[in-house]
């Protein structure tokens, strides 16, 4: 059965509206919590519009509007924060400690360790995408935490360090599966960039059934995806920037068809389709990767944009770039800080199967092999 078919997410709404918007010098302080209309942005971009008048909000970002004017607010009321501090988003989220409590000389260290044993975060989380950052590390801490495996893949048409890409590193750790992914298409272009192997590091903590999609193996697919999720719960780390062409993955027009709705071409009008495929020559995939979000519980999956990739595949393109969003039972109070998701269990370092495996819930779990005995010392001859 396809999924739902609507589409999602507006293209390119942030260069529609950039002109009007209102720089975040702009705002104001709100004196009680008036009546009106209230919004608050935890990533990509919220628009609140009223006569012309446009106030862009970004991550952590907050904004209000009444009969009168539309503004943003450099702080919101405590009623909008009401999520993190139930129950649920209490009982959800791991311990948390800052860097005054940090002991050992090996500070980054001493934070994979706690991150893994306990688990503890470091707080306050950095607004990465403004610039802001955990520490600095030198080269060589990092590169001790070097490895192949990945959790999103920069679009190549455009150069790594443009646009909005901050001048810090991110180090996703993932306590599912004990790893600690170091942001190898950054770690050496930062490098090269700030002249000094002292880099800015913003550490990205993930939920317990979070993995890089290096996890599943070079050559995953939708499908692997959507059953990881519905059937073992397991999910895809967030790229940092889609609205960048970031990806996880690349999906063929055949896979897309398969799972949803993709209007033939006939069917889309001539107007739009010289539109798209103007964009498209122009732009590629640079500005905003495809968006696939998996709805749990209900096995759904929606994909925005059917049009773009029926014009895509018929000008040749073979395999395009696709991000994954999650919709999981407590998206509300997920924002509050990472843990272990509702309904969710941990995905086990020791006991995860290959990359590409797929496991019922409730299948036994496979005890870790054991360590092989050294061989015994060569007797003298």
């Known amino acids: 059965m396809k999924g739902i078919g609507k589409a ?5 709404i942030t260069s529609i509206l950039a002109g009007n918007a209102l720089a975040q010098d702009d705002c104001v302080e709100l004196e009680g919590a008036p009546p009106g209309l209230y919004a608050t942005t935890d990533e990509g971009r919220t628009f609140l519009i009223k006569d012309g008048k446009t106030v862009e909000l970004g991550p952590g970002e907050s904004g209000f509007a009444d009969e009168g004017e539309v503004k943003c607010i450099k702080k919101p009321p405590e009623f909008l924060d009401w999520p993190c501090a139930t129950q649920a988003a209490q009982s959800r989220m791991f311990n948390t400690y800052t860097m005054d409590e940090i002991e050992s000389g090996n500070q980054l260290k001493e934070i994979v360790q706690r991150y893994f044993d306990v688990p503890e975060v470091l707080v306050p989380i950095p607004n990465w995408i403004d610039g802001e950052y955990n520490a600095v590390f ?14 999103y893949i920069p679009n190549p048409d455009i150069p790594l360090l443009s646009g909005k890409r901050p001048k810090s590193l991110l180090v996703s750790l993932y306590v599912g599966t004990n790893q600690v992914v170091v942001d190898s298409n950054m770690i050496d272009a930062l490098r090269k960039e700030l002249g000094s192997n002292d880099i800015p590091v913003t550490l990205v903590f993930n939920d317990s059934n979070t993995v890089p999609v290096s996890y599943f193996g070079a050559n995953v697919s939708i499908e692997e995806i959507s059953k990881a999720f519905n059937e073992r719960g397991i999910k895809l780390a967030e790229v940092p ?11 063929t027009i055949d896979e897309f068809e398969k799972f949803f709705d993709i209007p033939a071409l006939d069917e889309i009008s001539a107007d739009k389709q010289a539109t798209l495929k103007a964009d498209l020559e122009a732009h590629g995939f640079t500005r905003k990767s495809i968006i696939v979000s998996i709805f ?5 999956m929606a994909v925005d944009q059917p049009d773009r990739i029926r014009v895509a595949a018929s000008m040749g393109i073979k395999a395009i770039p696709t991000t994954f969003n999650f919709v999981e039972e407590d998206v509300l109070v997920a924002r509050c800080g990472p843990g272990t998701p509702v309904g969710s269990g941990a995905v086990s370092g020791s006991t995860t199967p290959e990359g590409g495996a797929t496991v019922p819930p409730g299948a036994p779990v496979v005890p870790p092999p054991t360590e092989p005995e050294p061989p015994p ?4 001859s």
Request: aromatic share 18%; net charge negative.
């Open 377 to 380: 010392p060569a007797s003298p």
């Open 138 to 151: 030198s080269y060589n801490d990092l590169i001790q935490f070097a490895s192949p495996e990945y959790w």
């Open 241 to 251: 920037m889609w609205w960048q062409g970031d990806y996880q993955l690349r999906s």
């Open 296 to 300: 749990a519980g209900s096995g759904a």
């Open 8 to 12: 999602l997410l507006p293209a390119l």
